[in-house]
């Protein structure tokens, strides 16, 4: 009887010693699965958006807690799937940069689970990786009758997907013959490709957020603020300048040092504002307009000018020297150069650096009173991809241009 009870006892606690090892085992088994979970990140673009592939985005997670971080790439249908990860929040960053685009998007506070896959959902933004303020349109041919050529503007393009300030921005004529006969080729004197050379610039005034440009919209200055269909006897054929967001106006300026300025060509229109004055070689006005071609640069507000940035130009076997103000290359944001027909590219004024080409408003030259003007094309599969107008911008103004009949003043703002 005795054996029989001892031997039931050990039974028992031989029973018991299997059951703690069972429970042991499986605790143990729990805690090495209990902390883990998935985490299944699933990319979507932005409404707007669209032409985007999803494929190939790197993704990021970060432990909130530890800062433990890891990495995958999307597959074709924009997910990434981590595996076995600690629990927590993590956060989380999709970022791919093309030559074209800059996708982003983030996700804060993903909450991963024991033993369980959570989907994310990130919503991704692109911007353009060329945007910026670009040179829409130059207009500087004239509409004749009594406008001559006074109703010149040049407009200036937010590229971009941000608000953008043009306060302090420069905008310079450059000098040089376009081509026509008997012309001289700018860079034959002046060969430092490093370098524009300008004798009428102005500066947008402003101390820093007084001229926003949104996206796809733009601003334009205009030689006079003036309104010429009154009075015309072809209305339709004329502008009216007096929603121009700035005005050139020089003679004041000009005077104060004791020359003159040119009061057939100016006119000041108190309503709208004036540019800053910063360099004019003779009393002439904003564009050149005794040759209706304007090569023109956007310069950057962090540029300086001093009179020792003014040079000498003398055309060989002539006695006029013109002072011109040197602008340094790799200041410029913009450069569009104009020429005088189609086969003036020996006479380019603007080093091929900053644009590789250049346009024309009409193939033999006879432009002026012809109401053409020079405007830079939209690239319509850009706009597409990112739900709003995008001009093109391929630093070739043979490309990025065209001569359209009649100026296009705020056409494509969205």
Same mark, same amino acid.
């Given at each position: 009887?005795?054996?029989?009870?001892?031997?039931?006892?050990?039974?028992?606690?031989?029973?018991?010693?299997?059951?703690?090892?069972?429970?042991?085992?499986?605790?143990?088994?729990?805690?090495?699965?209990?902390?883990?979970?998935?985490?299944?990140?699933?990319?979507?673009?932005?409404?707007?958006?669209?032409?985007?592939?999803?494929?190939?985005?790197?993704?990021?997670?970060?432990?909130?807690?530890?800062?433990?971080?890891?990495?995958?790439?999307?597959?074709?249908?924009?997910?990434?799937?981590?595996?076995?990860?600690?629990?927590?929040?993590?956060?989380?960053?999709?970022?791919?940069?093309?030559?074209?685009?800059?996708?982003?998007?983030?996700?804060?506070?993903?909450?991963?689970?024991?033993?369980?896959?959570?989907?994310?959902?990130?919503?991704?933004?692109?911007?353009?990786?060329?945007?910026?303020?670009?040179?829409?349109?130059?207009?500087?041919?004239?509409?004749?009758?009594?406008?001559?050529?006074?109703?010149?503007?040049?407009?200036? %393009?937010?590229?971009?997907?941000?608000?953008?300030?043009?306060?302090?921005?420069?905008?310079?004529?450059?000098?040089?013959?376009?081509?026509?006969?008997?012309?001289?080729?700018?860079?034959?004197?002046?060969?430092?490709?490093?370098?524009?050379?300008?004798?009428?610039?102005?500066?947008?005034?402003?101390?820093?957020?007084?001229?926003?440009?949104?996206?796809?919209?733009?601003?334009?200055?205009?030689?006079?603020?003036?309104?010429?269909?009154?009075?015309?006897?072809?209305?339709?054929?004329?502008?009216?300048?007096?929603?121009?967001?700035?005005?050139?106006?020089?003679?004041?300026?000009?005077?104060?040092?004791?020359?003159?300025?040119?009061?057939?060509?100016?006119?000041?229109?108190?309503?709208?504002?004036?540019?800053?004055?910063?360099?004019? %070689?003779?009393?002439?006005? %904003?564009?050149?307009?005794?040759?209706?071609?304007?090569?023109?640069?956007?310069?950057?507000?962090?540029?300086?000018?001093?009179?020792?940035?003014?040079?000498?130009?003398?055309?060989?076997?002539?006695?006029?020297?013109?002072?011109?103000?040197?602008?340094?290359?790799?200041?410029?944001?913009?450069?569009?150069?104009?020429?005088?027909?189609?086969?003036?590219?020996?006479?380019?004024?603007?080093?091929?650096?900053?644009?590789?080409?250049?346009? %024309?408003?009409?193939?033999?030259?006879?432009?002026?009173?012809?109401?053409?003007?020079?405007?830079?094309?939209?690239?319509?599969?850009?706009?597409?991809?990112?739900?709003?107008?995008?001009?093109?911008?391929?630093?070739?103004?043979?490309?990025?241009?065209?001569?359209?009949?009649?100026?296009?003043?705020?056409?494509?703002?969205?």
């Amino acid at each position: 009887m005795k054996h029989t009870i001892l031997k039931k006892v050990k039974s028992a606690k031989l029973l018991a010693i299997l059951l703690l090892t069972v429970v042991s085992v499986s605790c143990s088994d729990d805690d090495e699965v209990a902390n883990l979970g998935n985490l299944q990140v699933q990319l979507e673009l932005a409404s707007e958006l669209g032409d985007i592939s999803l494929e190939g985005v790197d993704v990021s997670i970060t432990n909130t807690v530890d800062n433990s971080s890891f990495s995958l790439s999307t597959d074709a249908t924009g997910s990434a799937t981590f595996s076995n990860i600690s629990v927590g929040t993590y956060a989380v960053v999709a970022t791919q940069s093309l030559d074209e685009y800059t996708l982003s998007g983030t996700a804060n506070n993903v909450l991963i689970s024991r033993q369980e896959t959570v989907v994310s959902t990130v919503v991704v933004n692109a911007a353009n990786s060329d945007g910026g303020l670009v040179i829409k349109e130059i207009y500087s041919s004239g509409s004749g009758y009594i406008t001559l050529f006074k109703d010149s503007f040049i407009e200036i %393009f937010n590229n971009s997907s941000e608000t953008l300030y043009a306060d302090g921005m420069y905008i310079a004529n450059i000098f040089g013959d376009t081509g026509m006969s008997g012309d001289t080729a700018l860079s034959s004197i002046l060969t430092d490709s490093d370098y524009v050379y300008t004798d009428v610039m102005s500066q947008i005034p402003g101390a820093g957020e007084d001229y926003p440009v949104e996206p796809g919209k733009s601003i334009v200055i205009a030689l006079n603020a003036v309104n010429y269909k009154e009075g015309s006897t072809a209305p339709d054929g004329q502008l009216d300048n007096t929603d121009a967001t700035l005005e050139h106006y020089s003679i004041d300026w000009l005077e104060a040092q004791g020359r003159s300025g040119n009061s057939f060509f100016e006119l000041d229109n108190p309503s709208v504002p004036n540019m800053t004055n910063i360099y004019m %070689f003779n009393e002439t006005n %904003f564009f050149r307009l005794i040759t209706a071609s304007a090569s023109v640069v956007l310069v950057s507000s962090d540029a300086t000018f001093i009179d020792t940035g003014i040079v000498d130009y003398t055309e060989a076997g002539s006695t006029t020297t013109y002072k011109l103000m040197r602008i340094p290359a790799d200041l410029v944001v913009d450069a569009v150069d104009v020429l005088d027909n189609s086969g003036a590219s020996e006479f380019k004024r603007i080093p091929s650096a900053l644009d590789a080409g250049f346009t %024309f408003v009409n193939a033999d030259g006879a432009i002026s009173y012809t109401g053409l003007s020079s405007r830079r094309k939209v690239d319509e599969i850009a706009s597409d991809r990112f739900g709003r107008t995008i001009l093109i911008d391929t630093n070739n103004s043979t490309v990025d241009f065209e001569a359209i009949a009649f100026p296009d003043k705020y056409g494509y703002n969205n």
